[in-house]
């Protein structure tokens, strides 16, 4: 039974399946983010509409401000394909680059949202003011720390990569921390979609 289960992973650590183990765990992983953000995404829309007093969504949301933040984190998204390109191609520098301009629009992204917190703070909508409030900090809020995550995670590849620990071959460390970046854009159009365009 042993070495059935030994041959089901070859010597490189992929499994029967030709998937990496790594890339099984992330996606289990990111499955168990689903179900989480699905539950805080859940609560949201449960209480957004039973707050008894103001400020009310329709009242304070910027949402072209929103939308601009937002376009800004998909482009991330797309710096990181290019990036990913570019180490698995051996273009080192230009996958540092690229990687450089993922973790300016994500600065940029975060600086946006905090302004937005600013705003509506000034307008009466705090953490304790109502359940709307609980509910929409604790949700954007935990977005965001996933965000600033990603940004610490893809600067420690970009220092693996100016050490020249991430040759071709081993891209795969890219690419999952791609994979962890894209889901965190797609939480967000969720986010954006449901909180700021659905009032």
Request: net charge neutral.
């Amino acid at each position: 039974m042993a070495q059935a289960a030994t041959a089901a992973v070859d010597e490189h650590g992929h499994t029967s399946t030709g998937v990496s183990n790594w890339k099984v765990g992330f996606w289990t992983f990111i499955a168990s983010e689903c179900l989480f953000f699905g539950t805080l995404i859940s609560t949201y829309m449960v209480y957004k509409g039973r707050a008894v007093v103001g400020p009310y969504p329709d009242e304070i949301f910027d949402v072209l401000h929103t939308t601009i933040s937002t376009t800004v984190l998909l482009f991330s998204s797309l710096a990181f394909v290019l990036a990913l390109h570019a180490v698995q191609n051996a273009r080192k520098k230009a996958g540092i680059l690229w990687l450089f301009f993922v973790i300016a629009m994500g600065a940029v992204f975060l600086y946006m949202e905090g302004t937005s917190y600013l705003k509506y703070i000034d307008y009466g909508l705090t953490l304790g003011s109502s359940t709307f409030g609980s509910a929409y900090y604790v949700l954007t809020g935990t977005h965001k720390l996933h965000v600033i995550l990603g940004i610490v995670w893809i600067g420690a590849l970009i220092w693996l990569l100016f050490r020249d620990r991430i040759p071709p071959a081993k891209s795969e460390q890219v690419e999952i921390a791609g994979l962890y970046w894209h889901f965190v854009d797609i939480i967000w159009i969720v986010i954006f979609t449901l909180v700021y365009l659905i009032q």
